[in-house]
Structures are given as structure tokens and as C-alpha cells.
């Protein structure tokens, strides 16, 4: 067993431990994170290759607890830029589930990268999307049981292609990008049953260095489906000496959150975010928890010029 293949097996290892032991106490996550900082890859393609080695993240997150079939979703990405570091390739795979549908998505992706000389990056990246498409009809059991609709469940795939843009240095990060290009949709006698509006992302953040220990992360993240309105997420992060990050973030109409992340070492960052939701269904859940682990193989120390904050 080579070198290298033991340090991935050490961090595949170490992401599902920690992921496991988590997931059974909090259950799992939402399709936009609240901690989308560390996992660009589920909304941008050129984001592939950012942490300048092979890095892994996994996500759990469980939305509005207590509420039956609250949305549940679990995230999985991994992405290294190749030799030269002008090309860098991933996979994001994305699994959601909400009610008795559920859906999962396994997204390949590309990227070409422009090296500047103040070091910075500017990265272009596509991807294609198989997407695994799943309803349980049978369960949900109508008072008509002669109702077609609900004799069988459901089970198709769809594909979708997207790209996107995304410049950055070690401090700063703006990104564009359009995940899901095709507007598709299947049906069923005559009603309309799934349906992949296309989206628009558009995301940026700057880390300020207020003294020796402390820096501070502002971030935003604006979010527009067609055919809806668009959707803002405002978000600050305090680190300390890159031993752990507090934060706050806020979602438009939807919820207002607390951010925590705790770097283990130079290759291990465990993050928690809780969601306290401002909508009208307030009163009927108890909130959203999700928990983030991302692992940073480490191979070129060289690469390291200052820790990453996103």
C-alpha cells in the first residue's frame, strides 16, 4: 500500500467518522447549506481545485425539525487540481429528501484555471448532472385507492449541464455561475411532477485582517430561480488564529443563523450551523441543524501560503 493511498484512505475514513457519529444525533442537511463557503462545488464548477490540493467535504444538514417530512439532504464533494494546477476536476453528489420524493444528483465536473501574478486565480469550470429522480406515491395511501396517480411509484433520470466563473486570492472570492443550464421537467397524466427551474448564483467574500489574532470573513451569497424572486444570504465570520471561526448569517425571509467552525489541524475543519426559521412555519419546527467536514490532503506544503476561509 503506497504512501499515498494510505493518507486517502486516512481522510475518507476520518470524513465518514466524524460525519457517522454526527449524523446520529443530528440527522442530515438542505440542498443551499448554510455554510455554502466550504462547499462551492454544489453551486459553482469552477470552484473545483480552490483549496490547492485534494480536499473533501461532507455535509449533513436536517431542515426544520419536528415537522413530518421536513426536508433532509446529505452532500458529498471531492475536487484537486491536476499537475500544473491549470486543470482541475471533481464530483459534487447531492442527495434530498422530502416527503416521499426524493431526489439525488451526481455532478462531474471540470475546470480551466488562469494564474495571475499577485497569485490570484481566475477559474472556469462546467459540469453535467445525472439526476436521480424518486417518488414513493404508493405511501402516501389516498382515501380514493383507485386513483392512477398513486398505483406507482416513481423513478427516473434526468440530465442538466451547467458552468460557471469564479476569481479568487487567499483573501478574496467572487463567483457566477448557473448550475442547471436546461429547464426540464417530467409528468405524469397530465400534472405536472417534477420540475428543474434554472438558477442563478452569484457569491462573494473578502477576510479582513483586524490585528494579529483576529480576522474577520463578510460574505454574501444572491440566489435567483426563474419564475420566483431572488433570495440574498448575508453572512460574518470571526476567526481566532485559525483555531476556530464564529459567525452569523442571515436568510432573507427564510431564517437567521449561528456559524461555528473549529479547525482540528492544517488538514481537518469541522463546522455547525443552527437555523433559527423567521418565517410562518416558526411555530412548527424547532429549527435546522447542519454539520460540515472538510478534509485537506496536504500533499504540496508548498502550496500553503496562508490558511483558507473558504
Not at 90 to 118: C, K, M, Q, W
Not at 230 to 239: K, P, R
Not at 265 to 279: K, M, Q, R, T, W
Request: charged share 20%.
Amino acid at each position: 500500500m503506497t504512501k499515498k493511498y494510505k493518507k486517502i484512505m486516512k481522510g475518507v475514513l476520518t470524513l465518514l467518522f466524524v460525519l457517522g457519529f454526527l449524523e446520529s444525533s443530528y440527522a442530515q442537511q438542505e440542498a443551499l447549506t448554510t455554510q455554502y463557503m466550504f462547499n462551492g462545488m454544489s453551486i459553482n464548477p469552477a470552484y473545483a481545485g480552490t483549496h490547492d490540493d485534494m480536499s473533501m467535504t461532507g455535509i449533513i444538514r436536517s431542515q426544520w425539525v419536528g415537522m413530518s417530512g421536513s426536508p433532509n439532504t446529505q452532500v458529498f464533494s471531492i475536487h484537486s487540481p491536476l499537475r500544473r494546477d491549470k486543470v482541475a476536476l471533481g464530483i459534487n453528489i447531492n442527495h434530498d429528501h422530502i416527503g416521499v420524493t426524493g431526489s439525488t444528483v451526481i455532478s462531474p465536473t471540470y475546470a480551466y484555471r488562469l494564474h495571475f501574478e499577485n497569485e490570484a486565480v481566475l477559474s472556469m469550470g462546467v459540469q453535467g448532472s445525472f439526476i436521480n429522480y424518486k417518488s414513493e406515491l404508493t405511501a402516501l395511501r389516498p382515501e380514493n385507492s383507485g386513483d392512477v396517480v398513486f398505483a406507482q411509484d416513481e423513478n427516473r433520470w434526468l440530465m442538466n449541464f451547467g458552468f460557471g466563473l469564479y476569481y479568487y486570492s487567499d483573501k478574496f472570492y467572487v463567483g457566477a455561475s448557473i448550475p442547471t443550464l436546461m429547464d426540464r421537467h417530467f409528468s405524469k397524466d397530465d400534472l405536472i411532477e417534477a420540475k428543474m427551474d434554472r438558477h442563478y448564483y452569484l457569491t462573494s467574500g473578502y477576510v479582513f485582517d483586524l490585528d494579529k489574532h483576529f480576522k474577520l470573513k463578510p460574505s454574501f451569497l444572491v440566489r435567483y430561480v426563474e419564475g420566483s424572486y431572488a433570495t440574498i444570504d448575508l453572512n460574518a465570520t470571526l476567526y481566532y488564529n485559525h483555531l476556530f471561526g464564529i459567525g452569523l448569517s442571515y436568510r432573507a425571509k427564510e431564517s437567521a443563523s449561528a456559524l461555528f467552525q473549529l479547525f482540528v489541524n492544517d488538514e481537518l475543519i469541522i463546522g455547525y450551523a443552527f437555523d433559527y426559521v423567521v418565517s410562518d412555519i416558526r411555530l412548527s419546527t424547532f429549527g435546522s441543524h447542519e454539520i460540515m467536514v472538510n478534509y485537506r490532503f496536504g500533499w504540496n506544503k508548498k502550496r500553503y501560503i496562508s490558511p483558507r476561509y473558504f
